[in-house]
Antibody
Framework: QVQLVESGGGLVKPGGSLRLSCAAS????????MSWIRQAPGKGLEWVSY????????YYADSVKGRFTISRDNAKNSLYLQMNSLRAEDTAVYYC?????????????WGQGTLVTVSS | EIVMTQSPATLSVSPGERATLSCRAS??????LAWYQQKPGQAPRLLIY???TRATGIPARFSGSGSGTEFTLTISSLQSEDFAVYYC??????????FGQGTKLEIK
């Protein structure tokens, strides 16, 4: 069955960095676009970034552009999010998500999330 | 960016009754609209896509309708496990695929 397991969250000071990872299993990872979606405490959902199956096409929300970098290693079935210059408003649970269809982006499978807290 | 507006923010309904949740897009998204359910401490769960197609394993009491800018999620007879927060999301214009702010469905 499809499994997505995020890791790498934690407490970091403003201006600091973190690298999130998402380990995927139960499907052919290299066939699917993948996304990071976040949710601030008590708030709604925000699409942060996606990456195409090959890694060529990448999108970032304006709120993280220039600070976050998404990448993937298809040989390791893993998705990553490098987060630099972190701000308090980046505090959120970060979910890794797989779409319903190959070549699409509609998130169907989600990981359990990893909490990132940016605070001094 | 397309803005998705959900109403009401909170809906109080008794078990066994019908719940109707609304979602409005700031411009047409055709039928490219999805609904998610989220329970406390859990990731969102896809319920409906293409405005009216139930995702795998979703009970028939959940139905979606609408197109263009106005959409509705109906839960025909509320079960205890249905009390949660519901989000709509457009996947017509990207980036980004924007979400609504959510409707909390609570027990009356």
């Amino acid at each position: 069955q499809v499994q997505l397991v995020e890791s790498g969250g934690g407490l970091v000071k403003p201006g600091g960095s973190l690298r999130l990872s998402c380990a995927a299993s139960g499907f052919t990872f290299s066939d699917y676009y993948m996304s990071w979606i976040r949710q601030a405490p008590g708030k709604g959902l925000e699409w942060v970034s996606y990456i195409s199956s090959s890694g060529i096409n990448i999108y970032y929300a304006d709120s993280v552009k220039g600070r976050f970098t998404i990448s993937r290693d298809n040989a390791k079935n893993s998705l990553y999010l490098q987060m630099n210059s972190l701000r308090a408003e980046d505090t959120a649970v970060y979910y890794c998500a797989r779409p319903l269809f190959k070549g699409g982006l509609l998130a169907d499978y989600w990981g359990q999330g990893t909490l990132v807290t940016v605070s001094s | 960016e397309i803005v998705m507006t959900q109403s009401p923010a909170t809906l109080s309904v008794s078990p066994g009754e019908r719940a109707t949740l609304s979602c409005r897009a700031s411009q047409s998204v055709s039928s490219n609209l999805a609904w998610y359910q989220q329970k406390p401490g859990q990731a969102p769960r896809l319920l409906i896509y293409g405005a009216s197609t139930r995702a795998t394993g979703i009970p028939a009491r959940f139905s979606g309708s609408g197109s263009g800018t106005e959409f509705t999620l109906t839960i025909s007879s509320l079960q205890s496990e249905d009390f949660a927060v519901y989000y709509c999301q457009q996947f017509n214009n990207w980036p980004p695929y924007t979400f609504g702010q959510g409707t909390k469905l609570e027990i009356k």
